[in-house]
């Protein structure tokens, strides 16, 4: 059942639930004796279950029974209701950003990879999930104006030349398509979003990319959107923000966990790096197109596990 179904359901209950109609559920009044109550309730300010009472309808037990009832049925709707518009907040919040790599996928499916049950925490930090994305406006915005661009020839044009590059990467392991894509958008031009754009921080969407280069998120987007090209699951790779100790600024790489664990994939490093262990990075926060990961003091790392 839907939710306006749910909520139809909810109302409708409410309804027949209501003193008078039902004691004419029940047989214990006829329509009319109903409608000469309310009248008389209209009249005499009178709440209409003691006016029944007067009447000698119901007695005063029935009534605070009745009156139970209805409380706890409202309670019941109440608390249904706030839970359909959590389950439909928290919906929305992740139907926000449109699956856009998977309009461009060079596989039917992503099946062939095992399902991994565990995921290394990220340098052994201790992470907070949510799934609320709104607040990653620069995330989101970049996958609508993907989904658009690839509605212009031109653009669509420059993903379909691109996806060449990919074609003899299907099949390989994760770890090695990823140690593959790794080195080949590295080829890329770096350039600062003020150079760039004219913006600080300007998250360019991968046709962009491929015109212009980028700087680090954007070389992380790429990895990302390739990946998911090649039919490697959303669950399996996030966009890290860190800080870079080495520089003392901020950076971006992407993960990816694979068969053999996790792994960082940095525009700083033409190797893959194990994103267990490190000491260049801290991570403040990651985040797929699924949920968002907020990055704490490192604690006791979970190792990854397949089945």
């Not at 209409?48 to 009156?67: D, E, P």
């Not at 379909?160 to 990823?178: T, V």
Request: contains cysteine.
């Amino acid at each position: 059942m839907n939710q306006r179904g749910i909520l139809r359901t909810i109302k409708n209950a409410l309804e027949r639930n209501k003193i008078g109609e039902l004691l004419v559920a029940k047989g214990l009044i006829s329509p009319h004796d109903l409608r000469h109550a309310l009248q008389e309730q209209k009249a005499t300010k009178t709440p209409l279950g003691q006016v029944f009472v007067k009447n000698a309808v119901i007695s005063q037990r029935q009534l605070q029974f009745l009156l139970w009832k209805q409380s706890a049925l409202r309670t019941c709707a109440a608390a249904a209701m706030l839970f359909i518009s959590m389950v439909a907040s928290e919906r929305k919040a992740r139907a926000d950003i449109i699956d856009v790599p998977s309009q461009i996928t060079l596989v039917s499916a992503s099946a062939h990879f095992a399902k991994v049950n565990h995921y290394p925490a990220l340098y052994g930090t201790q992470e907070k999930r949510s799934r609320d994305l709104k607040a990653f406006t620069k995330w989101t915005k970049m996958f609508d104006k993907f989904e658009r661009q690839l509605k212009n020839d031109s653009s669509a044009q420059i993903v379909r030349d691109w996806q060449e590059n990919l074609r003899d990467m299907q099949g390989m392991s994760i770890k090695a398509m990823a140690d593959r894509v790794n080195t080949l958008v590295n080829k890329k031009r770096y350039i600062l979003d003020s150079n760039n754009w004219g913006q600080s921080d300007y998250w360019a969407t991968p046709v962009e990319f491929l015109q212009r280069g980028g700087d680090c998120e954007d070389f992380a987007i790429m990895k990302y959107t390739a990946l998911r090209t090649l039919g490697v699951p959303e669950e399996r790779l996030r966009i890290a923000i860190v800080q870079d100790l080495k520089k003392n600024i901020p950076h971006a790489v992407l993960v990816v966990y694979t068969e053999q664990g996790a792994y960082i994939l940095d525009n700083q490093n033409q190797r893959l790096v194990d994103a267990e262990n490190g000491s260049r990075y801290r991570p403040i926060y990651s985040i797929n197109r699924q949920a968002w990961w907020l990055h704490q003091a490192p604690s006791k790392t979970i190792l990854a596990s397949a089945d």
